[in-house]
Each structure stands twice: as structure tokens, then as C-alpha cells.
């Protein structure tokens, strides 16, 4: 019963800190933002959110103003930070929720919505 509870939580922490996620990248003019429930279909993730930028310099805008969110609001850190250097996808890794903030193109071509669309529940902002 306690292990349920727990999971309760857990989920409804995961959800706040997704919609966090969501409102800072909005905040910041990102596009196309969209979440991706992946909960029981992979290991990497409960939620995957994903948005576009318009430029190298939005996209790291965007990215560090989500660092700065969950450091202010929850007390967390990514666990790994990749594409910083290159900035046309740059992966915010939190354990349960994976941000990938990228550029049209590169999104448009990896199509990570239709790769999880069948796994996870899909949810445009």
C-alpha cells in the first residue's frame, strides 16, 4: 500500500515538474513544445519534452532557462547535459524527464514524436 503511495507521488512530482518544464519553455518563445508520456515503454524516461528554437542562441536560451527553473523550483540538476557545444539539439537528462530543445530541421528529421508517438501518449502544448 505504501509502494503505491509512494508511486502517487512520484508520478504527481514527475507531472509538476513537467508542466514546469513546459511553462519556462513557453516563458522563452520556444516552438512546436510537446510532451511525451513514455512511463512503462522504456527505462530513459517517464516523460520526454520536446521543443524547437529558432536559432543556436535560442536554443541554449532555452535550455539554460530550463537548468535554472528546476534548480530554483526543485532542487535538481541534470544528470547529463548534451549538445551545449553544437546547440542544434541540445538534452537536458533528469532521470524521469528527458528535454530535448532542437532546431526544426534536426527535429523534423529525427522525428523523435513518431519514433515514441506508438509507445507514449502524445500531448501538444
Do not use: C
Not at 511553462?23 to 521543443?51: H, P, R, S
Not at 535550455?63 to 534548480?71: L, Q, Y
Request: charged share 30%; glycine share 8%.
Amino acid at each position: 500500500m505504501d509502494l503505491e503511495k509512494g508511486e502517487q507521488a512520484k508520478l504527481e512530482n514527475i507531472e509538476e515538474m513537467t508542466q514546469a518544464v513546459v511553462a519556462v519553455l513557453e516563458e522563452k518563445k520556444g516552438n512546436d513544445i510537446e510532451t511525451l508520456n513514455v512511463t512503462g515503454k522504456t527505462t530513459l524516461a517517464d516523460q520526454f519534452v520536446l521543443a524547437s528554437g529558432t536559432s543556436n542562441v535560442h536554443i541554449k536560451t532555452l535550455a539554460e532557462s530550463v537548468e535554472e527553473k528546476m534548480k530554483d523550483a526543485f532542487g535538481i540538476h541534470p544528470d547529463r547535459i548534451e549538445g551545449m557545444d553544437s546547440r542544434s539539439w541540445i538534452l537536458l537528462d533528469y532521470g524521469d524527464i528527458v528535454v530535448h530543445i532542437m532546431m526544426p530541421e534536426d527535429r523534423l528529421h529525427y522525428q523523435l514524436e513518431s519514433l515514441w508517438r506508438s509507445g507514449g501518449e502524445r500531448r501538444p502544448i
